[in-house]
C-alpha cells in the first residue's frame, strides 16, 4: 500500500476529486497556501494499493493541466520606494506528487 500526498492547485481540485471517486479512489483535502506565487493549494492525502499505483498517477496527470499565466511583478522604479508593475508570464498548474509506503490504516 502507499500513501499518496498530492500537491495541486485549488482550480485543479474539483475534476481531480471527481475523478478519483468514480474509480473508488478515497482522499483526505488539506487547505494550503504557495509559497512562490502564493495562492491557494490542495493537500490531498490518498491511501492506495500497490497495483492502484499508475491509475492514480494517470488520474493526476489527465486532471492537474499545467498553464501559463500572467502575474504583475514589482520592477524597482528608481524612486526610494516605489516600484513599478511589470507583467510576467509563469508556468502554473500541474502538481507535486509524494509516494510513500504505508504499512497500514487503523481507524479509531
Same mark, same amino acid.
Given at each position: 500500500?502507499?500513501?499518496?500526498?498530492t500537491?495541486?492547485?485549488? @482550480? /485543479?481540485?474539483? %475534476?481531480?476529486?471527481?475523478?478519483?471517486?468514480? &474509480?473508488?479512489?478515497?482522499?483526505? =483535502?488539506?487547505?494550503?497556501?504557495?509559497?512562490?506565487?502564493?495562492?491557494?493549494?490542495?493537500?490531498?492525502?490518498?491511501?492506495? @494499493? /500497490?497495483?492502484? %499505483?499508475?491509475?492514480?498517477?494517470?488520474?493526476? &496527470?489527465?486532471?492537474?493541466?499545467? =498553464?501559463?499565466?500572467?502575474?504583475l511583478?514589482?520592477?524597482?522604479s528608481?524612486?526610494?520606494?516605489?516600484?513599478i508593475?511589470?507583467?510576467?508570464?509563469?508556468?502554473t498548474?500541474?502538481a507535486v506528487?509524494?509516494?510513500?509506503?504505508?504499512?497500514?490504516?487503523?481507524?479509531?
Amino acid at each position: 500500500m502507499k500513501l499518496f500526498i498530492t500537491i495541486l492547485q485549488e @482550480e /485543479d481540485y474539483r %475534476v481531480l476529486a471527481e475523478r478519483l471517486t468514480e &474509480k473508488g479512489i478515497y482522499h483526505t =483535502r488539506i487547505a494550503g497556501e504557495g509559497g512562490f506565487l502564493g495562492g491557494r493549494k490542495v493537500v490531498l492525502l490518498s491511501a492506495v @494499493e /500497490d497495483d492502484a %499505483v499508475n491509475t492514480m498517477l494517470a488520474i493526476i &496527470k489527465e486532471s492537474c493541466s499545467e =498553464r501559463e499565466e500572467t502575474i504583475l511583478a514589482e520592477a524597482p522604479s528608481g524612486f526610494i520606494g516605489m516600484s513599478i508593475p511589470i507583467p510576467m508570464k509563469v508556468h502554473t498548474g500541474g502538481a507535486v506528487v509524494m509516494i510513500l509506503p504505508l504499512d497500514q490504516i487503523i481507524k479509531v
